[in-house]
Structures are given as C-alpha cells and as structure tokens.
Nanobody, 117 residues
Framework: QVQLVESGGGLAQPGGSLRLSCDAS????????MGWWRQYSGRAREKIAH???????SLDDSIKGRFSISSDSFKKSVSLQMDNLRLEDTAVYYC???????????WGQGTQVTVSS
C-alpha cells in the first residue's frame, strides 16, 4: 500500500503562484510514475502532469509555460509549481502514483486550488 498526502493548496489571485507538494509513504518500491490530475466541479478528473522514474516529465498543453513538475526524491515526493495562475485553474488537484507489484494507481485526498480576484 502507498499513502499520498498533498499540501499547498489554497487561494491565489490571477497571476499569482502556488506550490503543491505530495509526500508518499508505505511500500514505495514499485512506483514508476508520479504526477497530478485536476478535477473541475462537476467534471471528470484529467491528468495534467507526470514524472517518470527516469526523470522524464510531461505537462498538459493547458499548463505548459506556467506550471512545472519536479521530484527531488522520486517515489517519496512530487511537487507542482504553479505560476501565472488563471481563473480556470480553479479545481481540486490530486496527486497520484502508478505502481507495479501489484499494478495499481494510488491517489491522494485532493487539495483545493482557488484562483480568484
């Protein structure tokens, strides 16, 4: 089992910044991808960023140039730096980790990000 705990959400103004962090604990050996999804109210969750065990990163077009993903200690933590926030970034952000042995996706509890003037 893997436990993921997010932190860093909150309220920001348009153009402002927030940094989300996700700390993992438990059986971490099988983790090979970590990242972030977000979910708008009343809509399905969508993947926005991930980092793999070899350090490769991927960002959704909606956040390229504004957000960045990093992992100082892969399998133990992953962060999402969010700059130049827009009103449409308001959502619940979920940390996730894909693992094998057994194959499973783990989720954090979600953290609310609200961008408002």
């Amino acid at each position: 089992q893997v436990q993921l705990v997010e932190s860093g959400g909150g309220l920001a103004q348009p153009g402002g910044s927030l940094r989300l962090s996700c700390d993992a604990s438990g059986s971490l050996d099988g983790i090979y991808v970590m990242g972030w999804w977000r979910q708008y109210s009343g809509r399905a969750r969508e993947k926005i960023a991930h980092v793999t065990s070899d350090g490769s990163t991927s960002l959704d077009d909606s956040i390229k140039g504004r957000f960045s993903i990093s992992s100082d200690s892969f399998k133990k933590s992953v962060s999402l730096q969010m700059d130049n926030l827009r009103l449409e970034d308001t959502a619940v952000y979920y940390c996730y980790a894909n693992a094998n042995r057994p194959t499973r996706t783990y989720w954090g509890q979600g953290t609310q990000v609200t961008v408002s003037s």
